[in-house]
């Protein structure tokens, strides 16, 4: 069935490093790739988004590739800030039914 | 805009207690969905809406009912409530079936 694998976390990282969450994916057909973010108390929020093979999805300064010959969809950042503390889900949909599927969340500390 | 808002954000019940989880959202989407979030397990899809008067089961249904009478509600139903159904839980909706979700804050359920 369709599944999304991340990287267990915790990550704790210092202000300016670079961040990288991994985020593996199975899917019959050809999905759509999300990633949200969740800050503390509140629901998710969309971060960015590919909707087919090679799109980059971007915001915030977060970068994702969709790569379909290693079904990845890693998510970068070049420089964190404290302000991206937060829990990250990686998510896909498929066009052969209803359901998004989630990962299980990363959990994201940027220490000053 | 208000968005997705979900009532209460907060309750502890009795085990066998019956209670509604409101959800209601003012972006005439089409879809609205049903998640719980348990700690470190990501989300898991209870029920979903592709419309009013149409629903359908996610992942883990069990002890769990809907009813979608009009298009901007979607409200969560527990009978008799267990301690398994501690969680916190997320609705969402989206404009069309490959869209992005929008959530709510979730309402944290505590059974006792």
């Known amino acids: 069935g369709d599944s999304v694998t991340q990287m267990e976390g915790p990550v704790t990282l210092s202000?300016?490093?670079f961040l990288t969450i991994n985020c593996t994916y199975t899917a019959t057909g050809y999905p759509s790739l999300f990633w949200y973010v969740q800050y503390p108390g509140e629901g998710l929020q969309l971060?960015?988004?590919?909707?087919?093979?090679d799109d980059k999805g971007s915001n915030k300064g977060f970068e994702a590739t969709y790569r379909k010959e290693t079904t990845s969809f890693h998510l970068e950042k070049g420089s964190v800030q404290v302000s991206d503390s937060a829990v990250y889900f990686c998510a896909l949909h498929t066009n052969t039914g209803n359901q998004f599927y989630f990962g299980t969340g990363t959990s994201l500390t940027v220490i000053p | 805009n208000a968005g997705v808002t979900q009532t209460p954000k907060f309750r502890i019940l009795k085990i066998g207690q019956s209670m509604t989880l409101q959800c209601t959202q003012d972006m005439?989407?089409?879809?609205?969905y049903w998640y719980r979030q348990d700690p470190g397990m990501?989300?898991?899809?209870?029920?979903y809406s592709v419309g009013a008067g149409i629903t359908d089961k996610g992942e883990v249904p069990n002890g769990y009912n809907v009813s979608r009478s009009t298009t901007e509600d979607f409200p969560l139903r527990l009978e008799l409530a267990a301690p398994s159904q501690t969680s916190v839980y997320f609705c969402a909706s989206a404009y069309g079936q490959n869209q992005p979700q929008h959530f709510g804050d979730g309402t944290r359920l505590s059974i006792l």
Do not use: C, P, R, V
């Open chain 1, 15 to 17: 202000e300016e490093a």
């Open chain 1, 47 to 53: 971060l960015l988004k590919a909707t087919k093979a």
């Open chain 2, 28 to 32: 005439n989407h089409n879809y609205m």
């Open chain 2, 42 to 47: 990501g989300l898991k899809l209870i029920y």
